[in-house]
Structures are given as structure tokens and as C-alpha cells.
């Protein structure tokens, strides 16, 4: 009797499970991996260097940065073939998709634009200069601000949706990489790759509220470089990529207190949650795998074999 529920119990959780899109930079591919089984389905062969991905709200097509080709690519996920590009300019990044999920903002890191594109019209709105060498890209839950991280100029610059215009600049540490609003809108958390912190800052006044600090026993302060963060869908647990620390953060969002570090894979670069909750899932570019982390005991459950140098992940919606 027992078997024969884990059995219903594994279908169930397998008909429901999410996909999960990996970029490789290394060879070119997007690998596919079933949340349920957490085992790998399919890789796509995609434009060079592949960097950020994300996926459309209804989980219809997928989006690519295609950095040396400068395009994105736009992928059909019932049929895992590219169907189309946008218009991104010179070596797209990273970028974000609107609420709405009409509007696509990219950062251009050659020409230090960020482009706003038109989804369904396939065409470029708007270019917004912004600092030297732009990368994170966040988007406020109301879609009426933007934020871009300049990694030279050392900058969060927020930029007005409605106008396409920068508000503020805002300094933080050595070489931002990613910017991640809080669920409510009042927080953006901008992590600094060599200075080794994430600037927590208040969307009301545009300053730097604090700072998130790291240290890992028998680890080099220069050995931790936090890049990717995310935070819980109920604004009380961030999770923050350490690159060659080969770690994950736990921190609490409301204390800031780090609490935990999850020992995942080598040169950890982003995150990514599984529409629960239940799971975040790290990219790890120097051991080729992506880590399962359960959320709820902050422990890893699994690690994937994926492609060459993983960078982006992104979880398929409901």
C-alpha cells in the first residue's frame, strides 16, 4: 500500500512539475531539467554565449541573451525552437520582463545603454544611457521603475518606466552585478561582486539603508564575490550567490543577518526559485551543475550535470 502511494504521490509531483531553462555559456546550449525529477530532459542549441534567460509570464517562449551575437532569442517552449529575435543591441546581458510583460529592458554592456524593447512588436522603444559596462537589471513589482547596475561607474541607476529617464544614482561597492526588489516594492538589494557586499536601499529615498557583509571561515574576503540574489515571495529570506565561494547565502530580509551559507557547486553565478517556493536553484559555471536547495531546511537536495560554464536560470511558470 505504501509503494503503491509513493508511486501516486511521485506522478503527482511529476505532473506538476515546472521546467527549468539553464544558459551555457561555455557551448553555446540551453539545458532543460524536470523540477520534479531533477533530471535533465533536453538541451537547445542557442547563439553564442548565452548569458541571461528568462521566460514569458504565461511560460509561452523564452528569452536569451545571445551576448556575442548580440540579439536575444526567443524560444517556443512547446516546441524548444527558436522562433524568432529582438532587437537587444550590442552584447545584451541581463535582463527583465515587465509585470505586464509587454516590455523587455535589457543592459547593453558594449555601449552602456539599457534598451527597452516591445515584446509583440519586436521593436526597440527606447535606449537610456546609463554608467560604464551596465549588467543587473531589476524591475519595481508595479513596473513603473527599473533599476540597472553600472559594474564600472559603481552605480544603481533607477530609471522611470514612463519616461525612460534616470531619477537617481546611487553609489555602491566595487563592481555591481545584480539588482533584486523586495516583493513589496520597498527595497532594492544590489550586490557588489568585488566589493563583497549587497547595498540594501530604500526605494523611498534612494539611499543605501545598509549594508550586507559576508565571511566564511578559511575563506579569503576577495574569494567571496556575491553576484546573483533573490528573495522570497513573502519578503523574509534572500538568498545571495558567492561566486568562487562556492556558496549560498541565507539572509535574513528583514534583520539582514546572514544565517546560513550553503556549500553548492564551483563559481556560483545566479538564482533561481521554482514557482512554490519550495525549491531556489543555483548555477555553478566552474563544475558544470546546477544545486537544488530546499528551501525550508536550506539544505542542498541535488545536484544536475548541465552544460559547459552555466550562467542564467529561469523556472518555467504555472
Known amino acids: 500500500m505504501f509503494a503503491v502511494t509513493a508511486a501516486l504521490q511521485f506522478a503527482a509531483q511529476a505532473a506538476w512539475a515546472n521546467m527549468v531553462y539553464v544558459s551555457n555559456e561555455k557551448d553555446n546550449t540551453v539545458t532543460i531539467v524536470d523540477s520534479g525529477t531533477m533530471e535533465v530532459v533536453k538541451t537547445i542549441d542557442v547563439g553564442q554565449r548565452p548569458r541571461g534567460i528568462t521566460i514569458s509570464h504565461d511560460g509561452k517562449f523564452l528569452y536569451v541573451c545571445a551576448s556575442d551575437d548580440d540579439t536575444v532569442e526567443v524560444i517556443d517552449t512547446a516546441t524548444n525552437e527558436i522562433v524568432g529575435t529582438l532587437p537587444s543591441g550590442p552584447d545584451p546581458e541581463l535582463f527583465v520582463l515587465s509585470p505586464d510583460g509587454k516590455m523587455l529592458y535589457v543592459a547593453n554592456e558594449d555601449d552602456n545603454l539599457v534598451t527597452a524593447i516591445d515584446v509583440e512588436q519586436k521593436s526597440v522603444v527606447a535606449e537610456i544611457p546609463v554608467g560604464v559596462e551596465p549588467e543587473g537589471m ?31 544614482n546611487v553609489l555602491v561597492d566595487s563592481r555591481p552585478r545584480f539588482a533584486e526588489f523586495k516583493p513589496d516594492g520597498s527595497e532594492v538589494w544590489v550586490s557588489a ?15 543605501v539603508k545598509h549594508k550586507i557583509t559576508f565571511e566564511i571561515q578559511g575563506l579569503r574576503s576577495e574569494a567571496i564575490q556575491p553576484v ?24 535574513n530580509a528583514e534583520t539582514y543577518e546572514v544565517e546560513k551559507y550553503v556549500l553548492v557547486g564551483q563559481r556560483v553565478w545566479q538564482l533561481a526559485f521554482t514557482p512554490d517556493g519550495k525549491f531556489i536553484i543555483s548555477t555553478n559555471g ?25 550562467w542564467g536560470v529561469v523556472v518555467a511558470p504555472n
Open 138 to 168: 531589476g524591475i519595481s513589482p508595479d513596473g513603473k521603475t527599473i533599476v540597472n547596475t553600472s559594474e564600472t561607474t559603481n552605480m544603481a541607476h533607477f530609471i522611470d518606466t514612463s519616461t525612460h529617464e534616470i531619477t537617481d
Open 193 to 207: 561582486e568585488i566589493g563583497g557586499t549587497v547595498s540594501v536601499i530604500d526605494n523611498k529615498t534612494r539611499e
Open 228 to 251: 546573483g540574489v533573490r528573495i522570497s515571495a513573502d519578503g523574509k529570506k534572500a538568498y545571495v550567490a558567492l561566486g568562487p565561494a562556492n556558496r549560498v547565502a541565507v539572509v
Open 286 to 310: 566552474l563544475s558544470n551543475d546546477i544545486t537544488f536547495i530546499d528551501t525550508e531546511t536550506d539544505e542542498p537536495v541535488k545536484s544536475v550535470t548541465v552544460g559547459a560554464l552555466p
